[in-house]
């Protein structure tokens, strides 16, 4: 089993910064994905951003290109959402999600809230 601890969302400006973190204990898998996705009142889970762990590669949605980054630090198993010039639409509740590949054996946080405020 996988557990997934997040932390770092908050209410901030329009135009303002958050990161999120993401800690990933337990049994994981030896090639894996991390990412973000998130919620918003609404709508349907989307993906946000994620990265290949043994790799390194990362992926963004096209909304969050140029704003947010993702990062890892492999010695804590720790998952990393820079997220700047953050919009209102940012809002949503944001999951951090660990998989063999999106799809395949999957696991989530509890998520975290993020409020943009124009």
């Known amino acids: 089993q996988v557990q997934l601890a997040e932390s770092g969302g908050g209410l901030v400006q329009a135009g303002g910064s958050l990161r999120l973190s993401c800690a990933a204990s337990?049994?994981?898998?030896?090639?894996?994905?991390m990412g973000w996705f998130r919620q918003a009142p609404g709508k349907e889970r989307e993906f946000v951003s994620d990265i290949k762990w043994t790799t390194g590669r990362t992926s963004y949605a096209d909304s969050v290109k140029g704003r947010f980054t993702i990062s890892r630090d492999n010695a804590k198993n720790t998952v990393y959402l820079q997220m700047n010039s953050l919009k209102p639409e940012d809002t949503a509740v944001y999951y951090c999600?660990?998989?063999?590949?999106?799809?395949?054996?999957?696991?989530w946080g509890q998520g975290t809230q993020v409020t943009v405020s124009s």
């Open positions: 337990g049994r994981t898998f030896s090639n894996f994905v």
């Open positions: 999600g660990l998989a063999r590949s999106w799809g395949l054996d999957d696991y």
